[in-house]
């Protein structure tokens, strides 16, 4: 069993930049894909970003592809997702979640087995 806690989220303006960090318990984080995922009112959740066990390989959704970076440090069990030149679009709860067969990135939610509480993000125009 893995238990995510997310942290980091609130308010900014347009423009500005969050570092959202994923806090994982247990021994066998360093084995698992590790994924960031949003959701606004009223909207499915959504995938936004992916990184491989070994953080060796990373993949992003389109629309934060260049904006968004993910990082992961097993020795420390976080995995961090840095946000620059936030929108007003990019405001949703964000969610961590963690895949155990790590050996490939998935975007889709049904991939993943464990999921945190979720951060609110909120953009200002």
């Known amino acids: 069993q893995v238990q995510l806690v997310e942290s980091g989220g609130g308010l900014v303006q347009a423009g500005g930049s969050l570092r959202l960090s994923c806090a994982a318990s247990?021994?066998?984080?360093?084995?698992?894909?590790m994924g960031w995922f949003r959701q606004a009112p009223g909207k499915e959740r959504e995938f936004v970003a992916a990184i491989h066990w070994s953080g060796a390989s990373t993949t992003y959704a389109d629309s934060v592809k260049g904006r968004f970076i993910i990082s992961r440090d097993n020795a420390k069990n976080t995995v961090a997702l840095q946000m620059s030149s936030l929108k007003p679009e990019d405001t949703a709860v964000y969610f961590c979640?963690?895949?155990?067969?790590?050996?490939?990135?998935?975007?889709?939610?049904?991939?993943?087995?464990?999921w945190g509480q979720g951060t609110q993000v909120t953009v200002s125009s």
């Open positions: 979640a963690a895949d155990r067969n790590g050996g490939n990135i998935y975007r889709g939610t049904q991939f993943y087995e464990y």
């Open positions: 247990g021994r066998t984080f360093s084995t698992y894909t």
